[in-house]
């Protein structure tokens, strides 16, 4: 049985892990009859976000492993033990954690860095040649991190977030929800996911190509 890594950035769209994104590679892989093991940082959230009214609410914190924790029914580790010698990949779904917690390109744009936690466990597991999936706007840490080696990603279509990618070095690859782009000879494979939508059947086309390409790759 292949064992995927998956690192997750809290729980809920707009502050944390993209739910629908993750539950659908969860459950990919599990059809797949491969092991997810969950993985988050131990780290505040930038902040937490009320998901009914959309603002920030003042005052309060919330934890990205904690949290990242609901979506995993508590099986989690900490990111900072991750051990790429017993997986066979790793994924990174979506949701603005991606963009706020795990980097901070929603605040910093192509000028972003990534969590030294993520960019350490990221660069292993492509130095180790093995496979690694991003989804929705999670593609920007890829972008970030080997777009000086030229890397084509994915994250559907829009505009500004692409101009981002191609700053960074990497080329962006325009595809549909239900597509992925493999970048060639990196073991690199992307998906729009949400940052097209528009609904949950519609993402999970792209979904299960990712993860059935992460564990060919493997």
């Known amino acids: 049985m292949k064992k995927i890594g998956v690192i997750l950035s809290g729980c809920g769209v707009y502050d944390g892990t993209e739910i629908h994104e993750a539950v659908l590679t969860l459950l990919s892989l599990d059809k797949a009859q491969a092991e ?93 040649g093995k496979p ?23 994250i559907g279509s829009d505009q500004q977030t692409a101009a981002d990618i191609t700053a960074m070095g990497a080329k962006h690859v325009a595809a549909p929800v239900e597509e992925i782009v493999v970048s060639p000879g990196a073991k690199i494979v992307t998906t729009p996911a949400y940052m097209l939508g528009p609904g949950i059947s519609d993402i999970a086309k792209g979904i299960d190509k990712l993860v059935a390409k992460v564990l060919e790759l493997a």
């Open 132 to 154: 690694i999936g991003f989804l929705c706007i999670a593609p920007v840490i890829a972008a970030k991190l080997f777009g000086s080696e030229g890397i084509e990603v994915t």
């Open 36 to 128: 997810a093991v969950c993985f988050a940082p131990d780290i505040a959230q930038r902040h937490v976000v009320n998901h009914q009214t959309g603002e920030v609410s003042e005052n309060e914190t919330r934890n990205v492993l904690v949290e990242s924790a609901r979506i995993a029914r508590g099986s989690i580790r900490n990111l900072r033990d991750i051990d790429t010698m017993i997986l066979d990949g790793l994924i990174i779904p979506g949701g603005y954690g991606a963009a706020k917690n795990l980097s901070d390109y929603a605040v910093a744009g192509a000028k972003c860095e990534v969590l030294p936690e993520v960019a350490d466990a990221v660069t292993r597991f492509r130095k180790s």
